[in-house]
Structures are given as C-alpha cells and as structure tokens.
C-alpha cells in the first residue's frame, strides 16, 4: 500500500492531532519519609550535632540540678583543663579512626614522649627546645612504626597497635627505669615543659596555655581534614580504600602519613601533660587510648572509617568532662561516673549503627 493512499494519510493526522492534545506528564517518584528518616540524614550529613545536642542538654540539665557552682566561670574552666589531654590525644585517635583503624598506643606514645622531653633536659642538660624537639621526633618514629606494620605489612590496625602499645610501654619503662622526674628539678633546669600549664583570667575563667593549645590544634587540623586534597583523601581511604585506589589514590601514603602525624599530635600530647601534672612520670596517661577513643566514638565519628567530625571529638571530650564534672559536683561516687560514660559510649555506638541503617 502505498503511503499516498488517502486512508493512510488521514490515520497518520488523525494520530498526530491526537499527539498534540495529549498531556507531556513526567513521571516522578517521590518517597514519602518520615520525621526520623529526615533526622537520621540530618545527623548523617552533620556528625557533630548528635553530641552537640547531648552537650546542650547535659549543661542545661546540671546547671539545674547543682546550681550557680556549675555555671561559674572558673568550673566550666576547670572542665576544659581537665579534658585538654583527652583533646589532643583523640586529635590523633580520629585521623586514624577516620581511615577505618584505631590506635592502642597512643597513651603510651605520649608517655615515651614526655620520659624523652623530660631526661633530655633534665638528666642530659640538653636545651628545653632541643628536648622538646627531641620528644616530638620520638612521637614521628613511634607513629612511622606503627604506619609500617599497618600500611606495608598489611597487619589489622588492632592488632599491630596492641603489639606496639606494648612495645613502646616497655620501653619507657626501661629508658625512664620507672622513676619519675620531680616538679622541682624541672622547674629549675626546664620550665618550658611546664609553660603549657600556666594559666591566664579570662572574665573569672582560668585558662591553661595547654587548652589554648589544644583548641588551636583542632582548629589546624579541621582545616587539613575539609580544605586539603590530604583531607579528602583520608576520609576516601576510611570509606573505601578500593574506589580510592581506584581514584588515584595511593592509600597506602595516606595511611602512613596519617599514622606520622598521629604520632607528632600525641608527642605535643606529652608537652601537655608535663605542664598538666608538672612532673615526667612513666606512668601517666595509662588509660588515655581508651578515654581518646570514648571521645572519638561519642563525638560522632563512625568506627567504619569515612564519617566524622575533628570538631565532634572535642564536643565529645566536653561531654566527657561535663558528666564526670556535674555528676561530682551532685556528689554522685565515682563509680558511677563511670557506669554513666560507659553508656554513652553504647548508646553513641547505636546510634553510629541507627545513622548508617538509614543512609545506606
């Protein structure tokens, strides 16, 4: 048949009339979600709120059941020197968090750190910046061991920092031989260690020049973390070090220099604690791996690597402080205390799962 037949010819307007006519709709899919749908993005696309939200409630919460002594000035201070270590070492904690590991050994880095500082200038007469340098160049190698065992041999971040934490406690034992060097004698050949510790009024606030410090770090940090090609590179490696290799980058540099400066930022950790306490002891800081990573983890940074604020460590410190803080100054014991900071650290982690659940 041929097109020209009339019959066809009118079928084909017909059709094109009728095509003109119809409606051009676009089919659009909408999902209808729900108020905890929208807050679990929320809290995924801002990490640091969940603790900013928690630090709130727990001010306004102690501030009613303890009264004016809370508020004062000099106690919310006294808050912030008492997490100031806690600060810098989960400084470190979350870079390393943040590409999906974790450290065991930054509390004994830190001590090495400060047994080196102290004996260099105290015991050795070596110049108190020579000392100090000296110190932070023991936190670079500590930190360069650790990147080897982890980026080269491929060792689980775990285990290989279990083994170091052991290793390096063990050898500030030995090098320290388990004494500790006196206030008094580094006050008289070294009182740079222990300048980080003095304090300055601000409005009836004591500051300690190591809390200043400590902010200053952070707000270093959370630079290189969101403005740097280095940071997002870090947070590629934590979320997929496969894609990120496949992206060009070497995951491999990443993690090692990641694990470097963890190690510098626990050396600085161990300058702190010398002006905290005043004295070099072997045994300070014990436990600082465990509070570092209770910061890290109630700060919103996701123990899977990827997710996380620099920023909500230091909410997360705070929170530490204010409980332990408010809860001593309503005259609950101790142990108690502590009960209470376990549960926020489950209820951190749930919440960690809740926000990935709802994002995937």
């Known amino acids: 048949m041929s097109t020209t037949d009339p019959k066809v010819s009118t079928a ?21 979600e729900t108020f905890a749908h929208r807050f679990q993005r929320f809290l995924h696309k801002y990490p640091v709120a969940a ?41 470190a904690q979350t870079l390393i968090i943040l590409t999906a590991g974790i450290d065991l050994s930054v509390g ?7 047994v080196v500082m102290g004996r260099m200038a105290v015991d050795y007469g070596l110049d108190p910046w020579l000392a100090l340098l000296a110190g932070i160049a023991v936190g670079a190698l500590t930190g360069l061991i650790n990147g080897l065992l982890i980026a080269r041999m491929k ?70 973390l969101n403005w740097t090609a280095w ?23 990443v993690l ?21 306490i005043g004295s070099v002891s072997p045994q300070a800081g014990y436990t600082a791996n465990l509070d570092s990573i209770t910061a890290v983890v109630i700060g919103g940074c996701s123990l899977f690597g990827g997710r996380g604020s620099i920023f909500g460590t230091l909410v997360g410190a705070l929170v530490v402080g204010v409980f332990r803080n408010g809860l001593a100054l309503a005259g609950v014991d101790v142990l108690w205390q502590e009960f209470t900071v376990g549960i926020l650290i489950i209820v951190a982690v749930g919440v960690d799962q809740w926000i990935r659940k709802g994002t995937a």
């Open 51 to 91: 603790p900013s939200i928690v630090l709130v409630l727990a001010i306004i919460a102690f501030s009613l059941i303890v009264g004016n002594r809370f508020l004062h000035p000099f106690n919310l201070s006294l808050v912030l020197q008492q997490v100031t270590i806690i600060g810098v070492i989960g400084i």
């Open 256 to 276: 090692l220099s990641v694990y470097v400066l963890a190690g510098v930022v626990c050396a600085i950790g161990a300058w702190v604690l010398i002006g905290r």
């Open 12 to 32: 084909v307007l017909d059709h094109d009339k009728v095509a003109d006519q119809a409606q051009t709709y676009v089919a659009k899919f909408e999902r209808n």
């Open 231 to 253: 940071g997002r590179h870090v947070y590629a490696t934590g979320d997929d070090p496969a894609a990120a290799k496949l992206a060009g980058i070497r995951t491999d540099r």
């Open 155 to 224: 060792l689980p971040p775990f285990i290989a920092t279990l083994g170091s934490w052991n290793v390096f406690f063990a050898v500030n034992l030995w090098y320290s031989k388990s004494e500790t060097i006196r206030s008094q004698d580094i006050n008289a050949t070294a009182p740079l260690l222990q300048w980080l510790g003095e304090t300055i009024n601000v409005f009836g606030a004591r500051l300690t020049y190591g809390s200043l410090l400590m902010l200053l770090l952070f707000c270093v940090i959370w630079y290189a």
């Open 108 to 114: 004994a880095i830190m001590v090495l750190s400060s």
